[in-house]
């Protein structure tokens, strides 16, 4: 918990992430004098929980025969941010995403696989050991290289003169001392504003059911910093939901996100109904997690629905539907049981058993819920669904009971934008130009790829990016020099 060893620097990277980490080791192999700061005690952030990065033409996908065309690659993403992303941004990711993986495996770091997550594009690398195996190999890898890295230190402002960037005023976390620092280039790289109540708040309603998975870092610093230096306020971009998540108002989202209950009450795709007991969508929706996310957030309350049979089902025989929003999907769920029994012992608010539909429906006030769960029957006996058009091999009746209701709220992995970038990843003001000497990378500027829905089509896009962006903003730098 030092002050850094110097006080003046060719770059700052505000942000000891995956993008700040990878802007790092890039500005070392380039010989820039450089200093990452972190205002956390640990390195990485939500890097460390990334499963994959998002790449087109790696090394990988030609020894696996994967062929994607670029051109309508981009197409197809543009049409899905309804051309709300910045095309020319999104297409030098796109082509130099092939060698950002190959770059990353030339570092040592290695993958897993590669190929679509869902229904989606064939894009995702998944990491070895997961991300945090990622950031154990970046840390030493910039050391070596010079960079200077230093935590629970964190920027307060960007300083500049003549129109440039020309350092940065930090603050020790630990003792609230304030150093000002010269540098001539600043990287912001905080990653988001994922845990800032009040920018979510900004972006969406219904926040009191909305529950942050991140690492609690993401706070807007780099979107706040930038608007103060005279950046413009873009648009908010898209929050990452992750699909329904358990809703605890007792304990930290993440404790629930590995339970096999949580998967079966969103991925299964079984029976969602609302504070009414009525069935609002197609539950298949959670084959995108971030429209599942904008479904759930129409209602009040959601619920999700199973019964004995469906729990067997789940625990005995087998999954109705892989787990479609990871690269790892278990045939069975073997825990089911045992965490339902916790949970009902425990008293868990989220977790209700009833013997009967009518006695359930008391204890929610689900007041159509009999009626609902009639129909969706009627529904799953014809093997039609003509109110909302689930797949035919997933209307999986609800005929006896005892009966399990578990309430849902969104989880949020991420929120994106607020800062507009160039092809560059420099920082622009509100009449285009950049703001010489600032550079945005990561979540604090992949706002510029997506509309106002997260690009789950593309998996692996955001920590790609953030290596991408890393890197693009040196490079542009150096060209600069």
């Not at 920018?199 to 780099?222: C, F, N, Y």
């Amino acid at each position: 918990m030092m002050f850094p060893k110097n006080s003046e620097y060719d770059l700052i990277i505000v942000g000891g992430g995956l993008s700040g980490l990878a802007a790092a080791v890039s500005a070392g192999e380039q010989g820039i004098k450089s200093l990452v700061i972190e205002k956390g005690r640990t390195l990485g952030g939500d890097g460390n929980y990334v499963e994959g990065a998002m790449g087109v033409d790696s090394f990988l996908q030609k020894e696996k025969g994967i062929k994607i065309d670029p051109t309508k690659l981009l197409q197809d993403e543009l049409n899905y941010s309804h051309y709300e992303a910045n095309a020319p941004h999104l297409r030098k990711y796109i082509n130099q995403s092939g060698s950002v993986i190959d770059w990353l495996h030339s570092l040592g770091i290695e993958f897993s696989k590669v190929g679509p997550q869902g229904k989606s594009w064939p894009t995702i690398h998944t990491f070895a050991g997961g991300g945090h195996a990622v950031i154990e190999k970046l840390i030493p890898k910039a050391e070596a290289l010079g960079v200077e890295i230093v935590t629970s230190i964190s920027a307060q402002k960007i300083l500049q003169h003549d129109g440039h960037v020309r350092g940065l005023i930090i603050k020790n976390e630990a003792t609230g001392q304030l150093r000002e620092l010269t540098a001539t280039n600043v990287i912001l790289a905080t990653g988001g504003y994922v845990d800032n109540p009040e920018l979510i708040k900004q972006r969406t309603p219904a926040t009191e059911r909305l529950l942050s998975v991140s690492d609690g870092k993401s706070t807007g610093d780099g979107m706040k910093l930038a608007w103060q230096a005279g950046a413009e306020h873009y648009q908010m971009g898209a929050i990452q939901y992750g699909g329904g998540a358990i809703l605890d108002k007792t304990r930290p989202p993440f404790v629930h996100m590995p339970e096999q209950l949580a998967a079966a009450a969103t991925q299964e795709a079984i029976l969602w109904v609302n504070e009414q007991g009525e069935r609002f969508v197609n539950e298949d929706v959670n084959d995108n997690m971030c429209h599942a996310g904008s479904a759930l957030l129409t209602q009040s309350r959601t619920f999700s629905i199973l019964n004995q049979e469906t729990v067997d089902h789940l625990t005995n025989v087998g999954l109705y539907k892989e787990v479609g929003n990871s690269p790892v999907s278990p045939d069975k769920f073997a825990q089911l049981k045992e965490e339902i029994a916790r949970d009902l012992k425990n008293g868990d608010k989220f977790l209700t058993k009833a013997d009967t539909l009518t006695e359930l429906a008391e204890k929610l006030n689900l007041p159509i819920l009999p009626q609902t769960i009639q129909r969706y029957n009627y529904l799953a006996a014809k093997g039609k669904d003509i109110d909302f058009g689930k797949a035919p091999e997933y209307l999986t009746p609800l005929k006896e009971g005892p009966y399990y209701a578990v309430e849902l709220g969104i989880g949020m992995a991420c929120a994106i934008g607020g800062i507009r970038v160039d092809n560059n990843n420099a920082v622009l003001n509100s009449y285009g130009y950049p703001l010489a000497g600032l550079y945005a990378v990561g979540n604090d500027a992949a706002g510029m790829l997506v509309g106002d829905t997260y690009a789950v089509t593309l998996p692996g896009s955001t920590a790609g990016y953030a290596v991408f962006s890393g890197r693009n903003a040196v490079q542009s730098m150096t060209q600069a020099r």
